[in-house]
């Protein structure tokens, strides 16, 4: 297990953009990919955005693609989830995870519902006029 931290939540409004940051408090965070998964309430958890362990990768679902960036920087040891053009259905609980792929199946295919993962706390993000 790897302790992660999440930050920089919040309330905002429609349209608007917000920056979580995702912190491994004594580990390099280059080792595994990384991404962040939301959990809105009363429904299950949705893997969002993934960084590949080397940062070539990228993966979004297709409910963020076009406004949400991953990025990871290694010197600071962060990775980044930058929102814009925010919804009211992107208000949910954000989670920093970071899993290890399993064999055969490509780093991007992580289910945040079954498969063995580290998780931040998590942190809030509402969305509302």
């Known amino acids: 297990q790897v302790e992660l931290q999440e930050s920089g939540g919040g309330m905002v409004r429609p349209g608007d953009s917000v920056t979580l940051s995702c912190t491994a408090p004594?580990?390099?965070?280059?080792?595994?990919?990384m991404g962040w998964v939301r959990q809105a309430a009363g429904k299950e958890r949705e893997f969002v955005a993934g960084?590949?362990?080397?940062?070539?990768?990228?993966y979004y679902a297709d409910s963020v693609k076009g406004r949400f960036t991953i990025t990871r920087d290694s010197h600071k040891n962060t990775v980044q989830l930058q929102m814009d053009s925010l919804k009211p259905e992107d208000t949910a609980t954000y989670f920093c995870?970071?899993?290890?792929?399993?064999?055969?199946?490509?780093?991007?295919?992580?289910?945040?519902?079954?498969?063995?993962?580290?998780w931040g706390p998590g942190t809030q993000v509402t969305v509302s006029s």
């Open positions: 004594g580990r390099a965070i280059n080792l595994y990919p």
């Open positions: 960084i590949s362990l080397n940062s070539a990768g990228t």
């Open positions: 995870a970071t899993w290890a792929p399993l064999s055969k199946r490509p780093w991007y295919d992580f289910n945040p519902r079954s498969d063995t993962a580290s």
